[in-house]
């Protein structure tokens, strides 16, 4: 497999996803299911509690679950997400780090959320565990200090989310399918995280945190008469309350199937989703056999949207469906993200699959396996106390019959092709769907409108928060006289002039960002036709890579790579101190045309598999995008460019910013000019 290694500051990182899916076991003798079953009482506050005594593991583990219904949060949406933020932050009886510190102490693991806790650990501490997770449940401490350090780390983390196109599909596929107005529809914003006060924090804890529709599962080394004193001590005070219940209407599909099309500029690959709503229930007679034509269809590497899409035709890294089960409206989708130029035929042959399952009976090898991974699954799960836990909560909140999951396996092989296809014309709407596009309008659209044609599916706009737009405009017509030679010769001049780049023997700049929380810092030397670049993880090397007229290497994990062939010309072209002086001398650079990148419009100069960006209005570079290709698929990876500052009459970007899945971030401290670099650094 050949791999393209990108330049400069964008060289050393690179994202890949493998999927792992094992082979199919034979298929042995059914094993007998004993699900114990929960002692139970309830506390004059309202809250049931659940025990299951498992003596085999000296561990405990406690569930508290809210099974409240659902509401809407409106103009403050993004309160309960705050609740959970501040939940455990410390109690009214015990400082923050001092909570931490014990719970660490004891090897436990307890988490807050706006609507429960869990906790878990040794049953030695197991006295101590519970009293923890009901102090910080029950007498949770909100400061005004930590509801403000909690708004700005949310604030932040939204910020980088409404750069991401997976989140933006996300968002708008939600307000699409559900609306604005219902509770599976609304979003948080920057405006509705600052419309939220720490007064509504405490109201929101208040009125929803609270016992009437409480359950407490309690599993594993345990005694049910000790456990059960100690819950009535620690929750017996609980305040008595009920939640409101709050009821809404259901939202509706369309009435016919539909392209849904949102244009993100930035986006290097296309998010496609097909829609439908579902109120499947796990007491519906019809719920196993869906599940499997779900299985079917797309649970997992042996689906036929993952054989289709993936392993036929190399689209995608995977492409998977899935359809949810609850006392509450949910939604069945299929999807998958590919890349630009085929997001036309993808949503073919996913439309393709869903409309196949639905009219042609499955074979007997496909729902034979189906039921295996389903079985193998539910016996492997079905030891473990989480496990446990779900499964006496479920019977209790899904109003589950006593034998459920003793006839699990027994109501899964039951299944038949017949009853795989009635549910799945039942519950796989392809004619009332919504195909949900979110992609590069420029590269995406045109072929787009032609398969909507021939396979007569309607386009309707939307902007990234799910608001109806107008069609985007794909071709922007290039201004007289404007080639791409004229597009490199502003971008060299607006930096410093042709003739003062010229006079540059080497540049040397310092960068620093961080991935999934690691500091980094990045070092790069460049002079003519070479170029060397260090990353250092938390101080210490993580890659080295070096160019020079004889040859290039990347050193990783102590393992070094040389390059040849192809991949070395291509590092060797890119090699220097300012790309875009070698550009001009190449005869093969060509103006694509004018694009939209981050809503500003930006000539595209292509060079092989490789497009620069340049803002028509200030000829700064903007974004670098490579097209390469990783585990056998294709895959465009995008670089910005921001924050021009000058240093010695030249102008550098002091911020680049690397999309490689997620964004990662780079600020340049310092820039060296004819300083700082010698010949050794090339060796």
Excluded at 18 to 25: E, G, N, T, V
Excluded at 231 to 251: H, Q, R
């Amino acid at each position: 497999m050949k791999k393209i290694v990108y330049i400069a500051a964008c060289l050393f990182l690179t994202i890949t996803m493998q999927a792992q899916d094992r082979s199919m076991p034979k298929a042995g003798p059914a094993p007998k299911i004993n699900i114990k079953k929960p002692e139970s009482f309830t506390l004059k506050n309202g809250l049931k509690v659940l025990v299951v005594e498992n003596h085999k593991l000296p561990r405990v583990s406690y569930t508290l679950t809210l099974d409240n219904p659902p509401y809407v949060e409106g103009s403050k949406k993004g309160v309960s997400t705050l609740l959970s933020a501040m939940l455990g932050n410390g109690t009214e009886n015990i400082s923050k780090d001092a909570f931490n510190e014990e719970i660490d102490f004891l090897g436990a693991n307890i988490n807050f959320w706006d609507s429960g806790a869990s906790a878990t650990g040794l049953s030695r501490y197991s006295s101590r565990i519970l009293e923890l997770m009901a102090e910080g449940a029950l007498h949770p401490v909100f400061l005004q200090d930590e509801f403000e350090k909690e708004k700005a780390k949310a604030i932040e983390t939204l910020k980088t989310d409404e750069k991401n196109v997976s989140s933006i599909s996300k968002r708008v596929e939600n307000v699409l399918v559900y609306g604005k107005e219902h509770y599976n529809g609304e979003f948080t914003s920057e405006e509705t995280f600052n419309n939220v006060s720490l007064a509504d924090v405490k109201l929101n804890y208040n009125t929803y945190f609270v016992p009437g529709n409480a359950y407490l599962v309690i599993v594993g080394d345990v005694n049910y008469k000790e456990i059960k004193k100690q819950v009535e001590d620690l929750f017996g005070k609980w305040k008595k309350a009920t939640a409101p219940i709050l009821t809404y209407s259901d939202p509706k599909d369309v009435q016919y199937t539909q392209i849904n099309f949102v244009d993100t500029p930035n986006a290097v690959q296309s998010e496609i989703s097909l829609v439908n709503l579902s109120n499947l229930k796990m007491t519906d007679k019809d719920y196993f056999a869906i599940i499997l034509a779900n299985q079917i269809l797309g649970g997992g590497g042996e689906g036929r949207l993952f054989l289709n899409l993936r392993e036929k035709h190399g689209w995608t890294y995977g492409s998977y469906s899935s359809i949810a089960a609850d006392k509450y409206i949910k939604k069945f989708r299929a999807g998958a993200s590919v890349r630009n130029a085929v997001t036309d035929s993808a949503i073919v042959e996913l439309l393709n699959e869903v409309k196949r399952i639905r009219t042609d009976l499955v074979s007997d090898e496909e729902l034979k396996n189906a039921k295996a991974k389903y079985i193998g699954n539910f016996v492997m799960q079905i030891e473990k106390p989480a496990t446990v836990a779900r499964y006496a909560l479920n019977k209790e909140t899904q109003s589950l019959s006593d034998d459920f999951y003793e006839k699990y396996m027994q109501n899964i092989n039951a299944v038949t092709p017949e009853d795989i296809l009635n549910a799945a014309q039942k519950y796989f709407k392809a004619e009332n769907a919504r195909i949900v596009v979110v992609g590069k309008a420029s590269e995406v659209l045109p072929a787009l409108e032609k398969m909507s044609k021939t396979q007569k599916l309607p386009i309707f706009y939307f902007d990234k928060f799910g608001n109806p737009a107008e069609k985007p405009v794909v071709k922007k017509e290039i201004p007289s006289g404007v080639t791409a030679q004229s597009v490199l010769k502003r971008y060299l001049e607006v930096i410093g002039g042709e003739k003062e780049i010229k006079a540059v023997k080497t540049v040397y700049t310092i960068a620093s960002g961080s991935a999934q929380g690691m500091p980094l810092e990045l070092h790069v030397k460049t002079t003519n036709n070479k170029m060397a670049v260090d990353m250092l993880a938390m101080g210490m090397p993580m890659m080295k890579q070096v160019v020079n007229e004889k040859g290039a290497y990347m050193v990783q994990q102590g393992q070094r790579k040389d390059f040849s062939g192809d991949d070395l010309k291509k590092l060797q072209d890119a090699a220097g101190t300012f790309k875009e002086l070698k550009l001009l001398e190449n005869k093969e650079i060509a103006l694509k045309g004018i694009e939209s990148i981050k809503d500003k419009d930006a000539y595209a100069v292509q060079l092989g598999n490789t497009t620069y960006y340049y803002d028509t209005l200030t000829g700064f570079k903007v974004a670098e995008a490579r097209e390469l290709e990783q585990m056998g698929q294709k895959m465009t990876q995008m670089t910005y460019f921001e924050d021009y500052k000058e240093v010695k009459g030249l102008k550098f970007p002091y911020k680049i910013i690397l999309s490689v899945g997620m964004d990662l971030e780079f600020t340049t401290s310092e820039v060296k000019i004819n300083e700082g670099v010698t010949d050794k650094d090339f060796e």
